[in-house]
């Protein structure tokens, strides 16, 4: 018999319900609004009272209304089909939905039913398995989507018999298994996972030893993301965060992107569905939308479903990971959800922490990161979940709750600025506050070498030197007058632009400099610094202005030009006869 | 108002506070409304049988035991072709003298349209003001606010871009209004003769501030029943939502939450979200726009209502006054419409964004050579360079006062770049510099 219960109070989605029996923390309910369903989730329980919250809006609920407990957690369905799907934060197909209008109490199967999935049998009868190991696998896509022991399986299994190859529905009986008691258990291509734990089946999680590619200047070369790690992009509205997250999306050197928009605007969700079936994987050559799941809960649709969506997209990654896939994770904005726990725990009358959000955020957030990293699987395979989160300060102030606990948890920090987007210089990335914990990684570090030439991060670390000298000299300009300071700050800071101009920046809605490979990335690199390491002769600081004025010039044409072509070296010599004709 | 045929009267109001009653009462359903010794009223909050009510027009005069109805239903809006034209208050009752509207009763705040069934906001919408449509293009679909401080003439350059806009209907949400900037609104949209595609809600400075918090709902329940049952594309104008949000906190006070950052509700940005993603592009070819406006003290967007709003909006339009053309413009480095990458270039000439970018980044340089005047620097060149193109861009190109085609805007741009500057200084695409340089 399953726990009931009564509506006895409603504070808009928060609502508490006398209950008669036993109910668990995070454990779902119904709550019957004159026969529509409304899905609910309890977060707090005082005696016989359970404060649930409601993923639905609540109006014309009554008091006394009936409610009815489920006896398990929010869960997710795992199977085929995942990719280039549109859902909820609930996991509902919002495709599948008719209506233009999004209706109350309407719950949408995540998976295609009745497709037929082309499956191959990995494992055979009298294989020892246990949870997350391979079975079989079906080709979605381009990508092997490996049929797994359900994660929830606890112990050691062997395979009684595993289907042939052939077509199969996602409810299919593919394998069974007999646990060690002699029970024989089913296994299809679906399985549920609740969203709010982890997924640990998995071998190991070392540190990360490798960079994830995204085209993106001022990232993989100046502050790289590991494959496995995590990142933030905080910063204040107006300053391109969402077209940052969205070029990370589009170039980003993974085999599956999940794309949670949480708490953001409707419109840039659309831009997603409209652009991503056109556009193409620039690694692979395939529709960016085949390897993309999007978790839509944008600003409008109901807060506690907004905080559910976060935990649905890490569960789908690590899903695809246990398949010793790469995947990246894109959550826009975590200030949102940090938002949603703010407007429960405030409703719930709790004690507020700063800023009246509540006192454990920060423990929720890292906990939250730490659920992505590189996983050895248990056949020695490699799998990744890199994350990163923008943020949403409020009034662009990073001292603020949210911000000050991803610092925290996450190892990389893009701080984009107001004033360098005020002046047009995207990605407004700043170079001086932002940091990669990575380049510190001696397994990094011995990667880049490898993938680039010895010494790389040094190289990093100087031409960081350069623009932060720049910047210095620029104050000191500002202080004493262009006549009151040497010439060689003028030149010092005229080198820290050149590579902020040539370098820094990128166009995000340019063809050709938006994505710029790392071998580019290298040889524009190289080409900036041999510059920046000339001494130059000027008659005077006008002239030093005007050459550097005509060199950046020269530097973004290239950046505009396709790589290796005629255009690009022509520019490139023509570059380098202005520096010889002023070099000392 | 209609009522429920076997309704119960209560008579004992268990507290009263300024915007707040709360009763004992059964059955009582979650954001049902209710007439309280005849001002009408809306359930917050039910915690066991103690039901508290915000009441719209505030509570001076109510007595503990007033009589309190319940009407079994949240606020409604009776929607017909019959709106247009017209003038309602809060509750969308008549202002005019004219009839009540006939048509069909529809719950106001009602649910969000699937994100998967709207489509991309692809429509260019002129206002001839060049900050806005060469820096800062307006979009359907889009919803965006002015940032403005109160001395500012942002109620005149929102009824100039609505008259403007090539749209089906304007509806005006006004919340807090002057009576003068009401009349202002009235007349201007007579004397356009363009009453009959005009619908307004308005809620003056005269009326009690709670009821604002009906004033965006009935809009847009106003708005979506022209652009989703008759496919018209319309125009929302909200005025002042800094109000709007000072209403929002008045309640929330009332009731005892814990207030977040400026003394503003917790869930003030969801609050705001609900309103401004009714803004949306829909398969059937309507759409709804959102101009709003925001007010400011002295500026600061780092208050709450501005920055929950920025983080909602797709962009602001900033008003300030510029000391060196004398006049109103609309700020570039503050301003941003986030969906003009879908417009320039695309509807508008292919030289449009760099020209956009190019004319920003020249008046940046204006800026820090002002610093340097004002630091008591010398001057290059350059520098004095940029301070006679930033004065006349000023004047010929973010004054709000400009009413000109974008080509025409475009072409200026091209002629102030040449006038001042060398083609490598502006950092434009050689092929453009090719094809629009004045020579």
């Known amino acids: 018999m399953s726990t009931k219960g009564k509506v006895s109070g409603i504070v808009s989605n928060l609502v508490t319900v006398q209950v008669d029996g036993p109910v668990a923390e995070n454990e779902l309910c119904y ?121 929830s399986f606890k112990g050691s299994y062997t395979v009684k018999t595993v ?64 494959e496995g790690g995590t990142g933030f992009i905080p910063g204040p509205f107006g300053c391109g965060k969402t077209v940052l997250q969205h070029a990370i999306a589009k170039q980003g050197e993974a085999d599956v992107i999940v794309m949670a928009a949480c708490g953001e605007r409707a419109n840039e969700v659309v831009e997603i569905f409209t652009e991503f079936p056109e556009l193409i994987d620039p690694h692979t050559g395939r529709k960016l939308m085949e390897r993309t799941t999007i978790i839509c809960n944008t600003s409008n649709m109901p807060v506690a479903a907004r905080e559910a969506s976060v935990y649905t997209a890490m569960t789908i990654c690590e899903y695809y990971r246990a398949m010793g896939l790469r995947c990246l994770l894109l959550a826009d904005s975590t200030s949102r959800w940090a938002q949603a726990l703010r407007e429960m725990s405030n409703r719930m009358e709790e004690l507020p922490g700063a800023d009246a959000f509540p006192v454990d955020l920060s423990s929720i957030i890292s906990n939250f990161y730490s659920r992505a990293g590189m996983v050895i699987l248990n056949n020695g ?67 880049l070498d490898a993938m680039f030439e010895k010494g790389w991060v040094d190289k990093v670390i100087g031409a960081k030197m350069l623009v932060r000298r720049g910047r210095e000299m620029a104050d000191q300009i ?61 008659e005077d600081y006008e002239k030093c202005r005007a050459v550097f004025k005509d060199m950046i010039n020269i530097v973004k044409q290239m950046n505009y030009s396709e790589f290796h072509s005629e255009k690009f070296y022509n520019y490139r010599t023509e570059l380098n006869n202005l520096v010889q004709e002023y070099v000392k | 108002m209609s009522s429920k045929v076997y309704q119960k009267i209560y008579t004992h109001l268990h507290a009263i506070t300024k915007a707040t009653v709360s009763l004992k009462a059964t059955g009582v359903a979650n954001d049902e409304l209710a007439l309280v010794h005849g001002h009408l009223a809306q359930v917050v909050k039910v915690k066991g049988e103690l039901v508290t009510l915000q009441v719209f027009a505030g509570t001076e005069g109510i007595p503990t035991d007033a009589e309190v109805v319940f009407l079994g239903a949240p606020p409604t809006l009776k929607v017909s072709e019959q709106l247009s034209g017209r003038f309602f208050n809060a509750y969308g009752h008549p202002i005019d003298g004219g009839p009540e509207v006939e048509g069909e009763e529809r719950q106001v705040g009602g649910p969000s349209v699937n994100p998967y069934r709207r489509r991309q906001p692809s429509e260019l919408i002129p206002t001839g003001i060049a900050g806005i449509d060469l820096n800062n293009t307006l979009v359907s679909g889009q919803k965006i606010p002015f940032f403005a401080d109160p001395d500012q003439p942002y109620n005149q350059v929102m009824a ?56 965006p709902d009935m809009t847009l329940a106003a708005a979506e029943y022209f652009a989703v049952d008759r496919n018209e594309k319309v125009l929302v104008l909200l005025t002042d939502m800094t109000l709007y949000a000072d209403a929002l906190s008045i309640v929330s006070n009332r009731m005892d939450q814990i207030p977040s950052k400026d003394s503003m509700p917790g869930s003030l940005y969801s609050d ?120 006349e861009y000023a004047t010929r190109l973010l004054s709000i006062d400009v009413n000109i085609k974008i080509d025409e805007m475009l072409n200026t741009a091209w002629e102030l770049f040449s006038k001042y500057f060398s083609p490598a200084e502006t950092g434009i695409k050689q092929t453009l510099i090719d094809k629009y340089w004045v020579r």
């Open chain 2, 160 to 215: 100039d871009v609505a008259m403007r806009a090539d749209v089906d209907k304007i509806i005006l949400g006004g919340m807090g209004l002057s009576n003068d900037d009401y009349l202002f609104f009235r007349n201007e949209f007579e004397s356009a003769g363009a009453l009959d595609k005009i619908v307004c809600f308005i809620n003056t400075t005269e009326d009690p501030p709670v009821e604002r918090l009906l004033v």
């Open chain 1, 163 to 226: 289907a042939p190859a052939g077509k199969y529905t996602v409810d299919d009986v593919v394998a069974t298994l007999t646990a060690a008691d002699g029970e024989v258990v089913e296994v299809t291509m679906t399985q549920k996972w609740p969203v709010k734990l982890a997924v640990k089946a998995y071998r190991e999680k070392p540190r990360p030893s490798k960079i994830m590619e995204t085209g993106v200047r001022v990232i993989d070369t100046f502050n790289p993301i590991a």
């Open chain 1, 31 to 151: 709550i019957d609004l004159h026969g529509t369903k409304l899905l609910a989730e309890v977060i707090k329980v005082n005696g016989a009272n359970a404060s649930v919250q409601v993923f639905e809006s609540t109006r014309g609920l009554c008091m006394g209304d009936s409610v009815e407990f489920l006896g398990r957690m929010l869960e997710i369905t795992l199977g085929p089909g995942l990719l280039s799907s549109v859902y909820d934060g609930l996991q509902n197909n919002l495709a599948t939905m008719e209506d233009v209008f999004l209706k109350r109490g309407e719950y949408t199967d995540p998976l295609d039913r009745d497709k037929l999935w082309e499956f191959t049998p990995i494992a055979k009868p009298g294989d020892s398995v246990s949870a997350a190991d391979w079975l079989g696998e079906v080709t979605e896509g381009w990508l092997p989507h490996k049929i797994m022991v359900p994660f």
């Open chain 1, 478 to 538: 500002n202080i004493l007058g262009d006549d009151g300071v040497p010439m060689s700050y003028h030149e010092a800071f005229w080198k820290s632009e050149l590579i902020d101009f040539g370098f820094l920046q990128q166009d995000a809605f340019d063809a050709i400099d938006s994505l710029c490979p790392l071998e580019r990335q290298k040889e524009m690199l190289d080409m900036l610094l041999e510059v920046c390491a000339k001494q130059f002769l000027f």
């Open chain 2, 272 to 391: 705001l979200a609900k309103i401004y993603e009714k803004a949306v592009q829909l398969p059937s070819g309507g759409s709804i726009t959102i101009i709003a406006v925001t007010t400011l003290n002295d500026g600061d967007i780092t208050h709450a209502i501005p920055d929950n709003t920025g983080y909602i909006t797709e962009g602001q339009l900033f008003l300030r006054a510029d000391s060196d053309s004398g006049k109103v413009i609309v700020d570039p480095f503050r301003s941003l419409s986030r969906l003009k990458q879908l417009v320039q270039g695309k509807k508008t000439r292919e030289d449009h964004s760099q020209v956009m970018n190019a004319g920003v980044r020249l008046y940046a340089d204006a800026q820090n050579a002002k610093t340097k005047l004002e630091n008591g620097f010398d001057l290059s060149d350059y520098d004095h360079r940029c301070l006679d193109y930033a004065k």
């Open chain 1, 381 to 447: 395979k490699t799998g990744a979940v890199t994350f990163i989160g923008t943020v949403s300060p409020a009034g662009g102030n990073l001292k603020e709750p949210v911000t000050e606990s991803t610092k925290k948890a996450a190892r990389c920090f893009y701080a984009l600025e107001q004033n360098r987007a005020d002046q047009k210089r995207y990605p407004a990335v700043n170079p001086i506050d932002s940091y990669s914990k990575y380049l510190e990684y001696p397994e990094i570090a011995a990667s």
